[in-house]
């Protein structure tokens, strides 16, 4: 399977227009190693060698060549450092389009703490002035890369980050991308060899699930 042939994905010639009329100029993305787009890019074969924030850039450039494109993802960045060490560089940066993705490595911490995780995401997207939207994770629970002992461990973890954030998102205006409940969280073939990241294929399906919602609310 290559992305030409991947029911999950669109390739650029249906991406690129999904975006025409596009007024957003300056763009930044805030949060952890999702947002920095960790993951091997160089498995599977067939699909961009490109993570899915620099594939959003890339397209909105088409668009509007000017662009301004800023990422301040880090990996390993919890949710709090997210606010405390991002957020003020992406409010100077005073983007028309923001995309957070955090809360995973809090959600892997045994002290995970959900009421306290969507304190802090509600004051971050809350700041952030602009078109805003979030980033939900594929459920990794459902990977049959997991063991079992592990996957049940972390599925109700994962359900409450998911739904902690949609909610964070609907409660200030925001989009949100859900991939939780995305199809191919079930399919070992987008996960990196750690088996938490996505690889090249999991960013494409990424990529394709932001931009069909930006597409969306542009028509």
Same mark, same amino acid.
């Given at each position: ?28 993305? %805030? ?76 959600? %892997? ?5 959900? !009421? ?99 597409? !969306?609310?542009?028509?």
């Amino acid at each position: 399977m290559n992305e030409r042939t991947d029911p999950h994905c669109l390739t650029d010639e249906v991406l690129y227009p999904l975006l025409y009329g596009a007024g957003w100029r300056r763009l930044v993305v %805030l949060g952890d190693s999702v947002a920095e787009g960790a993951g091997d890019l160089d498995d599977p074969p067939g699909y961009p060698r490109q993570p899915w924030a620099d594939r959003l850039a890339a397209v909105l450039t088409a668009h509007n060549p000017a662009l301004a494109y800023l990422n301040l993802g880090k990996y390993g960045a919890f949710a709090d450092e997210v606010k405390h060490l991002q957020l003020s560089a992406a409010l100077a940066f005073e983007p028309g389009l923001t995309v957070v993705a955090c809360g995973g490595n809090d959600m %892997l911490h045994r002290t995970f703490d959900p !009421g306290a995780v969507e304190a802090v995401l509600d004051s971050i997207v809350g700041a952030l002035r602009g078109d805003v939207v979030t980033m939900g994770l594929f459920d990794i629970s459902r990977s049959p890369a997991l063991s079992p002992e592990r996957a049940a461990a972390l599925r109700p973890r994962l359900a409450a980050l998911a739904s902690l954030t949609r909610s964070v998102a609907d409660r200030n205006g925001a989009w949100h991308v859900d991939l939780a409940n995305h199809p191919a969280s079930a399919d070992a073939s987008i996960y990196s060899s750690d088996g938490i990241h996505v690889n090249a294929r999991g960013h494409a399906i990424a990529a394709t699930e932001t931009l069909r919602l930006l597409g !969306g609310i542009l028509g």
